[in-house]
């Protein structure tokens, strides 16, 4: 009987794992018990109207496309309202030729919309199955939570886009940045890529991001 029993007890503990499990791999923002989180520097009796306002975004969706591609973010630390609330946004501008280059959102998928102009876009999924689009002013797309994607300006005219994410604040890892721009030793890196260290060397000296002073 008691051997019976923790047969039954062993397996309900089997399957509360395998329950368990898909929910940690798909974690996002934690669920709060207010309708909103007031910030310290915020007195509770005077949020108005104007807490959950930002118009930081005005002049990423309105004003000409710059030279160079652009990322204009409302995240939870340009807009503290999203504090909270699984929701955060980007504009993104595309100047004729240029790309958002290869990088992931660990804490959130992304929903692209385009606005103006075309893009081709893609992703790889944790099998390293390639998915590609060419997309078109009004068409949408979604990069899965954590997948390597990237977005291509591939024509001769500008092109603008706006991205929603289901984190307040998504994260962004570049991956030519990341692998070749921090101090991951040179050996490891050639070794990794099958090249040679001077050929690693360029690729950092190319995209190791430039110290502030």
């Not at 050996?187 to 690729?203: E, P």
Request: net charge neutral; aromatic share 8%; glycine share 8%.
């Amino acid at each position: 009987m008691a051997a019976a029993l923790n047969g039954v007890v062993f397996s309900m503990v089997l399957a509360l794992l395998a329950l368990s499990a898909p929910l940690a791999v798909v974690a996002g923002d934690p669920d709060i018990l207010t309708d909103y989180i007031v910030p310290l520097f915020a007195i509770p009796g005077n949020i108005t109207g104007a807490f959950f306002t930002y118009t930081g975004l005005r002049a990423a969706v309105t004003s000409p496309a710059p030279a160079n591609f652009t990322v204009t973010k409302a995240s939870m630390a340009e807009f503290p309202a999203l504090n909270g609330q699984s929701v955060s946004f980007a504009a993104l501008s595309y100047p004729p030729g240029s790309v958002n280059p290869t990088h992931t959102h660990p804490r959130a998928s992304e929903l692209l919309l385009v606005v103006d102009g075309a893009l081709s876009v893609g992703f790889v999924d944790t099998a390293g199955k390639l998915f590609t689009q060419d997309l078109a002013t009004g068409d949408m797309f979604v990069f899965p939570k954590g997948t390597v994607h990237w977005q291509f300006n591939q024509g001769n005219q500008p092109a603008k886009a706006i991205s929603a994410f289901g984190s307040a604040a998504a994260g962004l890892v570049s991956v030519p940045v990341t692998v070749f721009g921090t101090a991951i030793d040179d050996v490891v890196l050639a070794k990794s890529f099958k090249t040679d260290v001077d050929t690693v060397r360029k690729l950092k000296a190319a995209l190791t991001p430039t110290k502030k002073p």
